[in-house]
């Protein structure tokens, strides 16, 4: 194999992998485009990312249906999932204070 080969082999591997990469960066994109945050349906540790005060990202939130701690859900079912913790008994698009 010649250096000439072995260059256009690097190129071409890396070309593609590029190439994978940002479909998958659209593809992603894509889907959060389809997602919004629900806070207070996470079950204790499920959540996905940034529950508030004492965690750090997914996974660490504290309880169940936690008040500052959010799942990704389809566009448009977050206020008519339950939550145990919402006055209103369903996710809420922000976080909240957990009803008395």
């Given at each position: 194999?010649?250096?000439?080969?072995?260059?256009?082999?690097?190129?071409?591997?890396?070309?593609?992998?590029?190439?994978?990469?940002?479909?998958?960066?659209?593809?992603?994109?894509?889907?959060?485009?389809?997602?919004?945050?629900?806070f207070?349906?996470?079950?204790?540790?499920?959540?996905?990312c940034?529950?508030?005060?004492?965690?750090?990202?997914?996974?660490?939130?504290?309880?169940?249906?936690?008040?500052?701690?959010?799942?990704?859900v389809?566009?448009?079912?977050?206020?008519?999932?339950?939550?145990?913790?919402?006055?209103?008994?369903?996710?809420?698009?922000?976080?909240?204070?957990?009803?008395?």
């Amino acid at each position: 194999m010649t250096a000439t080969t072995r260059t256009l082999s690097a190129t071409a591997l890396v070309l593609a992998l590029g190439s994978a990469l940002s479909m998958a960066a659209v593809s992603t994109a894509h889907a959060a485009d389809d997602m919004e945050k629900c806070f207070g349906i996470a079950l204790k540790g499920k959540n996905d990312c940034a529950a508030g005060a004492g965690t750090t990202c997914a996974g660490t939130s504290k309880t169940d249906f936690q008040t500052n701690a959010w799942k990704l859900v389809p566009k448009g079912t977050c206020i008519t999932t339950t939550s145990q913790t919402s006055a209103t008994g369903f996710g809420q698009l922000e976080a909240f204070q957990a009803k008395p």
